[in-house]
């Protein structure tokens, strides 16, 4: 009997490098471990174990089978990370159908334009989403703990594939388009698993962990989270995002679940450092604390170990198109003249270089060149975008002839003695002023020496008579220092033209939705200020 008398649709090789399969390989093992705890308020936390866990995603699978989706269809998940939504990100895979996962506080337009460029047979939104909006086609439907709830069902369509593949897209997550149109970072199953693979030989979290989880699920962060998590037998803590923001309510929720591994963006500190620092300090079940997706300001740092002197700190670099890259423990404490953290090396697996504008790699220390990443867990490309695909998917440079493929970051990057590199911005990020190259971060780390200052950012804005004006943005314990002093204090330590000439304190610096420092509005503040 050949496999083709049986018409197996989803006709998977058990050891395939499937997302689905790597996430529940603890299952069999430890079927009443907890998988998920979710935070219900205060004094209650709910428990889904993996055998829960799997028995959801089996009942939502079963009932997207019988939808007639095919290998390759898309499905727009609206939430965020919670036990359901895990499920179902599990259930797609399983059958092959790509989840974009979307933030339910994402603006209307941005959904629009990725159901409008992916054409969707499928928008589930998690039961608690408020949205009105719904696409006008394709399927519709809810989920929660009890199933999948369809309004309209999707349009019947004919199977074409027959076995899901390791090169099979597992999901696609979309830029925040910080540099324009937002782009669709295509993931294959066996990338995102040789990424997880490359993770977990850091041994980050065993089998008694929380990961408390504080990115949306659009962000691919939360993926490493969760692949943290389950790929290490532990379990995930979705931090509520209307919590996130309220520093108390915050580490109640990480105090309250047992929370061991704290993972989101350095701004997730800003405010639990300014005004609940005594209440993290008490917080005594943490061991390991993660950040990626841009610079942790080193006063913040110290603070942060001042407060977590037992933490792990791991500063995570990484790019959403090799989902991330490298590991780098943070010494603990910092060295006092530290200005720069170091992203290492990549982990297991994968290999970090840089190469000047010639595409010559360089190996002496202190140049600065662009970051490049040969890995197995490079993305497939941008959703119907070939022309930005080829622009980051380039040939080796070290050996063009090899037909290699490697990613290049866009970031820059130079090495320290001991071959570990130093990120030192973006290749975009570097501007003119007045005939002179300047590193924006360069800036912001002279601006975090002076006394009182915990975060900074500096950017160029035209000021109308295509002169550009350096300006600054502060945040400052003691503002009654005033920006004049910070300026004086640049000016003697740097060239003139990269003292700001325009620095405000501010309260606390505006992020993304995915937690980065928002640019584009502090760009936009300004503008309003001439
Ligand atoms: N640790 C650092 N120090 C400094 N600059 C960083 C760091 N991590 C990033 N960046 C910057 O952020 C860019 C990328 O942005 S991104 O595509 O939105 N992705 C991200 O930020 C997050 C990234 N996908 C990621 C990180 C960890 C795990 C997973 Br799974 C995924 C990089 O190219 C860098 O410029």
Known sequence: MTPDSIRAHHFTDPGAETLHGFLLRHVERIPDHPAVVEYLGPGRHSITTYRQLNERMQGYAAHLEELGLDVGDRVILEADTSSESIAMLLACSSLGLVFIPVSPEAPELRIQMIAQATEPRLYLRSRTGIREWTPSSGGLGTFGPDGLRLSRPPEAGRRRRRALTGTDTAYMIFTSGSTGQPKGV???????????????QYGIVDETGRVATTSPLQFDFSLLDIGLAL????????????????????????????????????????????????????????????????EFPVPELRALQEAQPQACIVNCYGSTESMACSFTQVPNPLPVDTKVLS?????????????????????????????????????????ADSASSRRSLVVDPEDPRSGRIVLRTGDLAYRGS?????????VDSQVQIRGNRVELGEVERRLLEFPGVSAATALVVDDGCGEVVLAAFVVHTNPEDGPDMIQKFCARNLPAYMVPQFVECVESLPVTSNG?????????RLALKD
Not at 418 to 426: D, H, K, S
Not at 516 to 524: G, M, Q, T
């Open 186 to 200: 295509v993931m294959s199953h066996q990338s995102v698993v040789a990424f997880y693979r490359g993770m977990l």
């Open 231 to 294: 790929g290490s037998g532990a379990a995930v803590v979705p931090v509520p995002r209307a919590l996130l923001r309220w520093p108390r309510r915050f580490l109640q929720v990480l105090s309250e679940t047992g929370a061991t591994q704290v993972n989101g963006v350095p701004s997730i500190w800003r405010q639990v450092l300014r005004h609940e620092y005594d209440r993290l300090a008490a917080l005594t079940a943490v061991r390991g604390v993660l950040f990626c997706g841009e």
């Open 343 to 383: 992203i290492g090396h990549a982990h297991p697996g994968a290999e970090m270089f840089i190469v000047d504008e010639q595409g010559i790699s360089l190996q002496e220390p202190g140049v600065p060149g662009e970051i490049h990443i040969r890995t197995p867990a490079l993305f497939s490309g941008y959703w």
């Open 418 to 426: 001991g071959g570990e590199l130093y990120f030192c911005g973006r």
């Open 516 to 524: 980065k420092v928002d640019r584009a509005a502090l760009i936009a």
